[in-house]
């Protein structure tokens, strides 16, 4: 669940570290769990297995993760950034620092992998693919999770006034920095042809947004505070507008949506 965007010598766009980083991370959870563990259940996560979470992000599904398979199974942890996943770790939880786009996978075998909110920022996500199907055993399972921010870019599709009119402009904002830092704005709605044309059987797919949820207003709020400095140095944005987009959301009833999270997952051969 990582959302560090790499840019040429840029830095990251939005780095773990900071601290809206750890709120943008509960408000994932918040609007994003139910899916997910849904979407593990079906897929048989259960006692004994041996599950690898990418880009973990914080520890909401880590944590779920070990409490489904319990003493006999075990949970790998990785993230480029492991400062806000770290508390997960325990007698069957491995929490390791690991970029999934250029290193080998920490293991093989594993009978579940999962990443969500991930691949989209990956520089090289053919390799980071490769290597997640390479870890799964045979009949093993892979569910990746990923926003298609293009497909519905709206932060406020009700645009029916100027705080509104406000919103949606800074979004594209927030959409032009991530495509210039090599985010694939399009990534979701591309994952069941890429799992078929990876080799997995039985692949399928759904996708999920909210259309109004006070934890969209927190991600917003997060992610504008974070990116703040990046809008206004790129001239996306003024500190005025930006002033005036976070009053809004804190005081006016608006009605906040995200990108959809579009689900796809499949069995190895």
Known sequence: MTHSAHGEGDGYLLDNRQTEAGERFDAFATLFDPTTFRHLEALGAGPGLRCWEVGAGGTSVVSWLAERVGPTGRVVATDIDTSLVAAAAGPTV?????????????????????????????????????????????????????????????????????????????????????????????????????????????????????????ACTALESATIRQIRPRLVAAGLATDEEIDRHLTNIASAPMDLTTAPMISAWGQRP
């Open 94 to 214: 491995e929490v390791r620092v690991h970029d999934v786009g250029a290193e080998e996978p920490p293991g093989e075998g594993f009978d579940l992998v999962h990443a969500r909110l991930v691949l989209v920022h990956v520089p090289d996500r053919e390799r980071a693919l490769r290597s997640m199907i390479s870890a799964l055993r045979p009949g093993g399972r892979l569910l990746l999770e990923d926003a298609d921010p293009a497909l519905q870019p709206l932060l406020c599709p009700d645009e029916h006034g100027p705080a509104e009119e406000l919103a949606n402009r800074l979004r594209r904002g927030f959409r032009r920095l991530l495509a210039d830092r090599g985010a694939d704005l399009s990534y979701g709605r591309r994952l069941p042809r890429l799992l078929r044309e990876a080799g997995l059987r039985q692949v399928e797919a759904d996708a999920y947004f909210p259309v109004a949820s006070a």
